[in-house]
Structures are given as C-alpha cells and as structure tokens.
C-alpha cells in the first residue's frame, strides 16, 4: 500500500503557508505575458514531439471565429504531462499563426514553479480566475478553460471516459455575463497515457495542499517508477484525438442570467451532456 508522507502539523503548516506566500507572491504579478516569439520559435518544437509520440488528430478548428472572443472548454486528461494541451495548443497555432491570440486559464501552483512559470506565461497561460479570464476577453482573445482542473485530469482510469467538470460553473457565469460564443471540446485516447488508480483527493486535505487550491494527491502507476504518488513520470504512447464541437449561444439569457442558478443549472447540464455525447462517440470509435 502507498502511504501519504506525513509531517508534524506545526511543520507542515509552515510549509504549506510558505508555499502560499510564494504563490500569492508570483500571481501578484502582471497578467499578461503572451510572447509570440516564443510561441513561433518553440511550440513547433514541442508539437514535433508530440506528433512523434501521440499522432494526435484535432478536429473541428473551422468552426472557431477568426476574431472577437470566445471560450473554448474542454475535458482534461493525462496528468501533469497534459498531452491533450499541447495537442490542442499546436493545432490553434497552426490555425491561427501568432497574432490572433488565445490565453489558457492555469492551475495557480504552476505559477509558483521557477522557469516554468516564465515559459508558460509566454505561451499564453494565465492564472485561473473569473477577472483574468474576462480581461482576456476584453482583449477580444479566446480563452481556453478546463473546468475540471486537477479533479478531472487525475480522475480514476476506470473513468477515462466520463465527463466530469466537477460541478464547476465560473465559465458558464462568465459566458452569460459577457454573451461569448461557447465551444465544447472534447479529447480522448490522452487518459491512457497515465494509469491513476486513486485521486488522492483525502491525502490532498490531510498534507494541507487542498489550501493551495489543489484538491488531488493521486496515486498512479506510470514509467519508470511503477507505482507511485504525484511525481513526475514518461507518459505511455496513445492515439489523441481532440474535437471541438459545435458553439453554444447562451446570449438570448441576458447577462442577468449569471446570477439565476437555475440558468446556470441548465447550461452546466447543456454542456456537460453535450460533451459527454461526443466523448462516447469517440470512445466507440
């Protein structure tokens, strides 16, 4: 049996309020950090590799505007290594070129990460947050957000083929409010390319990182380590296939609707059944 490392409370604590301080400290930064040099000079790189390694295939990027902002929300998968991302990422590259910017909302603690901070940032990421999200709206950019987070991406792999947003609904109050097209989408074959056994999601509350906004301390199996909790690990070679579906138009409900749970209900279920739809289509295929 794997066993959560433990700490004395009082060290612990002090460890998980540093790790705040250095959190708070590095999201009090400016926003927007998008370099299209980079994302030119370097994602093509990266694509290469996972091009080798997935062969992912993405569908449906005609259906996205050539301008004006919009939301595009997806499904996670794969652990840290989040082969369904950079799938994506390349592909809205190849669509779009450097110029026509789209910003992916980012787990906090990424932020907090010497060196890959900095990378990410330039490649558009920004951290999760209803604000963050609607300035980058205001720039007239699409916005890429995976309401799941870490509940999704490190879900059990006996449920590698369910949706599960994690009753997550900013995206949707942010939508109405603001009368942005909405693009569900979908990604399969990434899961597999990790095998979780156990969120972790009690082992997250009892070593404190649930403070940091991290609700997940899994247990998975993967290469070279085996079994093993939450570190880094080589994914295993699968088929990626990512499609983003027709949009949503939730603008007939006026931006009052944001504030009507009964609404927003209601579009979280639209959306949901939706992409859960398309998910078993791919899974079948």
Request: charged content about 20%; overall charge negative; proline content about 8%.
């Amino acid at each position: 049996m794997v066993r959560a490392p433990t700490l004395p409370l009082h060290a612990r604590d002090r460890a998980i309020a540093a790790l705040q301080s250095r959190v708070a400290r590095r999201l009090d930064a400016p926003v927007f950090h998008r370099d299209p040099t980079s994302i030119q000079r370097h994602l093509p790189e990266i694509a290469g590799v996972i091009d080798r390694y997935f062969a992912p295939e993405v569908r449906g990027l005609e259906r996205l505007p050539g301008d004006g902002p919009f939301l595009l929300v997806s499904n996670h998968s794969g652990g840290i290594v989040m082969p369904d991302l950079w799938a994506l990422a390349s592909a809205l590259l190849a669509r779009f070129g450097v110029e026509r910017p789209v910003y992916g909302l980012m787990f906090d603690f990424v932020f907090a990460i010497p060196g890959v901070s900095e990378v990410f940032r330039k490649f558009g990421a920004i951290p999760a947050s209803m604000t963050n999200a609607g300035e980058a709206l205001d720039l007239d950019a699409g916005v890429l957000v995976y309401p799941g987070g870490d509940w999704e991406v490190y879900r059990p792999w006996t449920q590698q083929h369910r949706i599960d947003l994690h009753d997550r609904t900013g995206f949707i109050r942010l939508a109405l409010r603001r009368g942005v097209p909405v693009f569900p989408t979908v990604s399969h074959g990434s899961h597999d390319s990790l095998i979780v056994l156990t969120r972790g999601d009690r082992i997250a509350h009892l070593v404190g990182i649930d403070r940091l906004r991290a609700g997940v301390f899994p247990s998975v199996v993967g290469v070279p380590c085996g079994l093993t909790l939450f570190v880094p690990y080589v994914p295993l070679p699968t088929k990626i296939i990512v499609e983003v579906l027709d949009p949503l138009d939730w603008s007939n409900h006026g931006p009052d609707a944001a504030d009507d749970p009964t609404v927003v209900r209601a579009c979280y279920d639209e959306i949901t059944g939706r992409m859960q739809q398309a998910l078993d289509g791919l899974a079948h295929e």
